[in-house]
């Protein structure tokens, strides 16, 4: 399904904010956020800002409830379409490459932009996209490669950038190539060098998807059939003076000063390459362009650092970074260092923690480094965020040792810890800090894995399940646990036992029902009672998804009896609840099984857990549509889907609209259940999410029940129609603000 019919949440707030008479500042000011804030929520920058700062934003504005709720709905079920980054500053002396690389686009089905660090690939390319972005009906979308470490992660990162999520037993690669067959657009691959492996992979996407033009930016070509390579010059005499006087005066303020020859000489030594360049003009807040050149003789082209086998222009680059890494005091020098293990940019307490500083010393330090051009920083979000350009992280990780194992541990102890913000009121935001730095997860794991640590490993797995299940990443813990376990390393029961629980857990939504009950058997008897009662509620899940609800029934009984005495584990109540009522349903008890829901349902409620709440709503309303109880299911089934569109959980998604088609269906309104089960088509082509076993009985007897009463080639034509709509359509159908004649062209 596609976002582009949805009105971006940034253009609500500006039209609302222009009603209410106010400046950015003057709502900034009210809502008690930032100015830039502001400001990039409504250029989209930023898209899917956190719950309190939507409040913040609602009470300053003076809106209403029903405004407000139509607010929410726009944001509700976004997967938005990736946007490509903002660029720091304007493209200057690309002209004539901007023009040869889109007429290139125009006949070529993948053109790699190539050259060394720092001559600029990545800004040309991101300029080209911007202009080029209106040819391509599906949009543009940008796949940053740097922060990877395998090339096995290259097309779940594709998958991802097209808000496409790892559920079903689907390989990745026919997800992609189904999404993609119909569909033109543009794919910006940024710094593919490391992950040449993968050439193979996007060759046979590019057979998939002929409509699909690619745009990569690699120091090395990927030597596939149908690729361009086109190599990015350095810059022009004249374009690197202007360039450089650009930056000086965007880093000071005033105009460059100064022997026009000096500049001339300056750029020349610096090979006229565009990064480096922009380093040193950052240094003119301290030194003249005259005592730029003399310290360039003494420090730069003097210095033997590194190979000198490889080209001059990486050298120069190499050491030029260097050079400004010298020119810091001791302290901003040791946190660059350790900075530069991170990976997909960090937070400020993230920083602090690895580089064991307080809060004023680090944004101090920070501050140090961002007037050193070492670093820049997103100002997208509520929390600031940080990041390194790839080509200076390089050079560091090069040339000065890190703080891998600080940076390791912090993340392990994030995911090991983050289990009550995830189970508590604040899901959808917490879910969206762990998002930002999933390459800082990754690369965290991955160096505890390396060195062994594998009883971390475990912890922090287990205790961030839920994250990996909701928004979709099922590759990587499977792949983690699978690696721990097969080691040689003697594992300790319980570490086996919180290995084989994520592995059960990474099958489950994968349809692999089978696995995954082996799994969690093989963990139920190694582990605290609190912990089995877990591992016994998920094995309870795949039996139900199995079809053995007598076998299901037991293990709810046996986890009920391991929570005994355990009052913490509140939310292992709400799930031993669900688990009993699709047993119910499963041996056709509906009026149990409401009647079991409607008396717990408060006290789900009550525990705060968004997504236990999700689920139960959601059966709650599919058991009172098949008892003919059509109102009482509607309000049930709109608080589900509005939930799981917060929680952007695919998965749960794909149920719902289920849940939604087949009471639509039992309801008699068949032309909107025809729809949803189209959009239902799509979602689960697309991701390859497959509905409960516990439904499928009663929906294939809705579905032909509408197939009956519209006829096969009506019913037919309206599910394709359903394939088409926008996530702002499916959204206004499932919670019917949108007339579903309308959208059938009746």
């Known amino acids: 399904m596609d976002a582009g019919g949805a009105e971006p949440y940034g253009l609500v707030l500006r039209r609302l904010r222009e009603r209410a008479g106010l400046t950015q500042e003057q709502l900034a000011e009210r809502a008690g956020i930032s100015a830039n804030a502001v400001s990039a929520l409504e250029r989209g920058i930023r898209q899917r800002p956190y719950r309190h700062t939507r409040d913040a934003l609602a009470t300053a504005l003076g809106i209403t409830a029903a405004e407000r709720e139509a607010w929410e709905q726009s944001l509700a079920m976004a997967v938005a379409r990736p946007r490509l980054p903002a660029a720091s500053s304007p493209l200057l002396g690309r002209e004539s490459q901007i023009d040869t690389v889109l007429h290139r686009l125009s006949t070529e089905r993948m053109v790699t932009l190539t050259g060394p660090g720092g001559v600029g690939k990545t800004r040309l390319a991101l300029a080209v996209a911007e202009r080029v972005a209106e040819r391509f009906a599906d949009g543009v979308v940008f796949v940053p490669l740097a922060a990877l470490q395998e090339s096995a992660d290259v097309l779940p990162a594709i998958a991802y950038a097209f808000g496409l999520r790892e559920l079903g037993p689907r390989d990745v690669r026919d997800v992609l190539a189904s999404h993609l067959r119909a569909r033109r657009a543009l794919l910006v691959l940024d710094n593919v060098e490391h992950m040449l492996d993968a050439a193979a ?10 409509a699909v033009v690619i745009l990569a930016t690699s120091r090395a070509p990927l030597r596939i059939r149908g690729e361009h390579v086109h190599p990015v010059p350095l810059l022009t005499a004249e374009e690197s003076a202007n360039l450089f006087a650009a930056r000086v005066t965007q880093a000071s303020g005033q105009p460059v000063a100064g022997d026009p020859g000096v500049v001339a000489e300056l750029c020349a030594r610096l ?12 240094r003119t807040r301290l030194l003249t362009p005259a005592q730029l050149l003399a310290h ?35 302290e901003s020098r040791t946190l660059l260092r350790q900075l530069a293990v991170f990976s997909g940019g960090w937070t400020l307490p993230a920083a602090m923690a690895v580089g064991e500083i307080i809060e004023t010393e680090a944004l101090d330090l920070h501050a140090t480094l961002l007037d050193n051009s070492l670093i820049v920083r ?8 940080f990041a390194m350009l790839e080509t200076i992280r390089a050079v560091v990780l090069e040339h000065l040792a890190t703080s891998g194992e600080r940076h390791a541990r912090y993340f392990c102890g994030l995911l090991a810890g983050i289990g009550p913000s995830v189970w508590g009121p604040g899901a959808a935001d917490t879910l969206d800090e762990l998002e930002s730095d999933h390459d800082n997860l990754r690369a965290a794991m991955r160096h505890l894995l390396a060195a062994g640590a594998l009883p971390e490993v475990a912890a922090a797995l287990a205790g961030s399940w839920l994250f990996w299940v909701i928004r979709g990443h099922l590759h990587d813990p499977l792949r983690w646990a699978i690696a721990a376990l097969g080691s040689e390393t003697e594992l300790a029961p319980v570490v086996r036992a919180r290995l084989q629980y994520v592995a059960g857990w990474s099958l489950l939504p994968r349809g692999r029902h089978d696995e995954a009950a082996d799994r969690f058997e093989a963990a139920a008897g190694s582990v605290a009672e609190a912990e089995r009662a877990w591992i016994l509620l998920s094995w309870a899940h795949a039996e139900v998804y199995r079809g053995r609800w007598e076998r299901a029934a037991e293990l709810l009984a046996s986890a009920s009896e391991a929570l005994d005495g355990h009052d913490e584990e509140v939310h292992a109540l709400s799930c031993v609840v669900i688990g009993h009522a699709h047993v119910a349903i499963a041996g056709g008890s509906m009026a149990e099984a409401d009647e079991l829901l409607a008396a717990h349902l408060p006290d789900i409620e009550a525990r705060g857990a968004r997504w236990p709440l999700a689920v139960a709503l959601g059966i709650h309303g599919r058991v009172a549509a098949v008892l003919g109880g059509h109102e009482r299911a509607a309000g049930l089934l709109d608080r589900s889907v509005r939930i799981f569109g917060e929680l952007q959980d695919t998965w749960g998604m794909a149920h719902q609209l289920t849940h939604l088609a087949d009471a ?22 697309e991701v390859g ?3 409960f076993h516990v439904w499928q009985e009663l929906s294939d007897r809705c579905q032909a029940r509408v197939m009956s009463a519209l006829g096969a080639d009506r019913c037919t034509q309206l599910r394709r129609r359903g394939r088409l709509l926008t996530v702002a359509q499916v959204v206004e159908l499932a919670t019917g603000s949108r007339d579903a ?6």
């Open 296 to 330: 360039l003789d003494a420090l730069v082209l003097g210095t033997a650092s590194g190979p000198r086998d490889v080209p001059a222009h990486q050298r120069t680059l190499r050491d030029t970074v260097l050079w400004s890494c010298n020119l810091l005091n001791e």
């Open 664 to 685: 639509a269906a039992l309801q008699g309104d068949h032309i909107r259940a025809a729809l949803l089960y189209g959009a239902v088509d799509e979602l689960v082509h």
């Open 741 to 746: 004649h309308t959208l059938a062209g009746v």
């Open 201 to 210: 992979e996007v060759a046979a996407l590019m057979i998939a998807a002929p």
């Open 271 to 282: 090979d006229h390459l565009p990064l480096a360049i922009e380093l040193v003009a950052a």
């Open 378 to 385: 997103d100002t997208a979000g509520d929390q600031p965020r």
């Open 689 to 691: 999410a497959q509905v």
